[in-house]
Structures are given as C-alpha cells and as structure tokens.
T-cell receptor
Framework: KQEVTQIPAALSVPEGENLVLNCSFT??????LQWFRQDPGKGLTSLLL?????REQTSGRLNASLDKSSGRSTLYIAASQPGDSATYLC??????????FGAGTQVVVTP | GAGVSQSPSNKVTEKGKDVELRCDPI?????LYWYRQSLGQGLEFLIY????????KSGLPSDRFSAERTGGSVSTLTIQRTQQEDSAVYLC??????????????FGPGTRLTVL
C-alpha cells in the first residue's frame, strides 16, 4: 500500500520568503503526482500535475520536482504571499487515477 | 465553466439513519471518484467510476457504503445505518477518461456529514 509522508506538517513564514514543501512516497510505481491546495472549509484545488516521466513542472511562482526512483517530490513557492496560506497536499496517482494523499503541510504566510 | 458540484453542503443526521450524498461531475468527464476526509485520517479513496465499466469499490470501508452513477453522469453515495465514525467531509472528483496520465482530478467543495 502506498504511504505518503509530508514534511513539515506546519510552516509559518513572513511574506516574501520562499517555501519548500516535501513529499515522500513508498511505492514508486506511480503514473503521476499532483499537488493540491485546500483552503479551510473548501474542496481541493489542483496546483500542478507531474507525469511520471517528467522531472519538474512549473506554473507561475510554483515549481514542483519529482524524483520517482527515490520516491520524492518537492513543491517550491517563490516569494510567498498571505494568499498562499492554505494546506498543501501531495498525491501520487496510481492505476486508474486513484490518488493516495499525504496528511498535508499547513502553511501560514504572515504580512 | 461549471465545476464539480456536491449536495448537500452540510448534513447532520442521527446514528442509525441512512444518508445520500450527491455529486455532479464536470460535463464530459467520464471518470468520477469519491474520497473521504476525516479528522486525523487524512483523505482516503472510496470508490471510482469510469464510464460504463464496473466501479472500483476497493476503498469502501464497509458494506454500509454504496455508490451508483446513473447515466454516466450524476453519482450518489449512500451510507446506511450511519455511525459516528462516518462523520467526515465527503469529496467528489472528476476527470477525463483514464488511463491517461495527463488527467487532473477536479474536486467539488465536499459534503460535511455529522452523525450525532
């Protein structure tokens, strides 16, 4: 069974700092990996999807890397803003698109 | 365009009652997933539908849980004889047909179920 670990569990930074969120997973036989953000009381918003054949994916201030063989992914958020405050979830995708989620990293960006 | 919608947004029920949760996927998305997010448990997969194929029910926690998808679109998750441990947020997601590694899953806002 896929086990997903996200470190740190919580992170508080001043506005403008870069964020580094780590995700590790035990089963490297994945098809892709998605990063989501979840705001309190809301559903999940997809941020980035990395195919298993890719090493990284970028969108604006977000960059996600994937090292499938070692079971690691990292989400970088540049020049953080208060609006980036949310919980970030890592989800490796297995067969038929089934996602296995980590517990998340709760991020607070203070003005 | 319209995203994934779920109803009701909140449901409070008494232990032992049956509940139905509804999901309307994005139009044209043939893959539909149900997940559950419990306090202290994180997000867990429950069931997956793909077109007219038999659903993958491997994540359903007990036989009190069932789901159907009518006409390849709307899905209903039914929990019979609810228990307090069923209290959670139930999330629905849809995507384009799988297997296709490019497919992002789009999530609805969820239904918060509270069993008293």
């Amino acid at each position: 069974k896929q086990e997903v670990t996200q470190i740190p569990a919580a992170l508080s930074v001043p506005e403008g700092e870069n964020l580094v969120l780590n995700c590790s997973f035990t089963d490297s036989a994945i098809y892709n990996l998605q990063w989501f953000r979840q705001d309190p009381g809301k559903g999940l918003t997809s941020l980035l999807l990395i195919q298993s054949s890719q090493r990284e994916q970028t969108s604006g201030r977000l960059n996600a890397s994937l090292d499938k063989s070692s079971g690691r992914s990292t989400l970088y958020i540049a020049a953080s803003q208060p609006g980036d405050s949310a919980t970030y979830l890592c989800a490796p995708g297995g067969s038929w698109g089934k996602l296995q989620f980590g517990a998340g990293t709760q991020v607070v960006v203070t003005p | 365009g319209a995203g994934v919608s779920q109803s009701p947004s909140n449901k409070v029920t008494e232990k032992g009652k049956d509940v139905e949760l509804r999901c309307d996927p994005i139009s044209g998305h043939t893959a539909l997933y149900w997940y559950r997010q419990s306090l202290g448990q994180g997000l867990e997969f429950l069931i997956y539908f793909q077109g007219n194929s038999a659903p993958d029910k491997s994540g359903l926690p007990s036989d009190r849980f069932s789901a159907e998808r009518t006409g390849g679109s709307v899905s209903t998750l039914t929990i019979q004889r609810t228990q307090q441990e069923d209290s959670a947020v139930y999330l629905c997601a849809s995507s384009l047909p799988v297997p296709a590694t490019t497919d992002t899953q789009y999530f609805g806002p969820g239904t918060r179920l509270t069993v008293l």
